[in-house]
């Protein structure tokens, strides 16, 4: 079992940044692919970016590469996700995931969920 708490969230301006992070409890962090995404209201969760074990490979969905970035401490068992020129559409609740599998930590069968921070971007 992991255990996952983001924090970070809040409300911020159009054109500005914020920093997510998702602590991690339980089972060694570095046992586990990492893994971002969002859901906005009225819409399905979907898939933001994602982190292999020693962080040495991240995936992203392909409308947020270049504002978004994905990283790992491990000597913490945190893991980072740095917003960039954010725009309205960016809010939603965001959530970190976890699994053994960098290909599942894609998708929402990932085996561990955090509870999720809300990021509000006003125009």
């Known amino acids: 079992q992991v255990q996952l708490v983001e924090s970070g969230g809040g409300l911020v301006q159009a054109g500005g940044s914020l920093r997510l992070s998702c602590a991690t409890s339980g089972r060694t962090f570095t046992t586990y692919a990492m893994g971002w995404f969002r859901q906005a209201p009225g819409k399905e969760r979907e898939f933001v970016a994602a982190?292999?074990?020693?962080?040495?490979?991240?995936y992203y969905t392909d409308s947020l590469k270049g504002r978004f970035t994905i990283s790992r401490d491990n000597t913490k068992n945190t893991v980072y996700l740095q917003m960039n020129s954010l725009k309205p559409e960016d809010t939603a609740v965001y959530y970190c995931?976890?699994?053994?599998?960098?290909?599942?930590?894609?998708?929402?069968?990932?085996?561990?969920w955090g509870q999720g921070t809300q990021v509000t971007v006003s125009s």
């Open positions: 995931a976890a699994d053994i599998s960098l290909w599942v930590v894609q998708t929402t069968a990932s085996a561990y």
């Open positions: 982190i292999n074990w020693s962080g040495d490979t991240t």
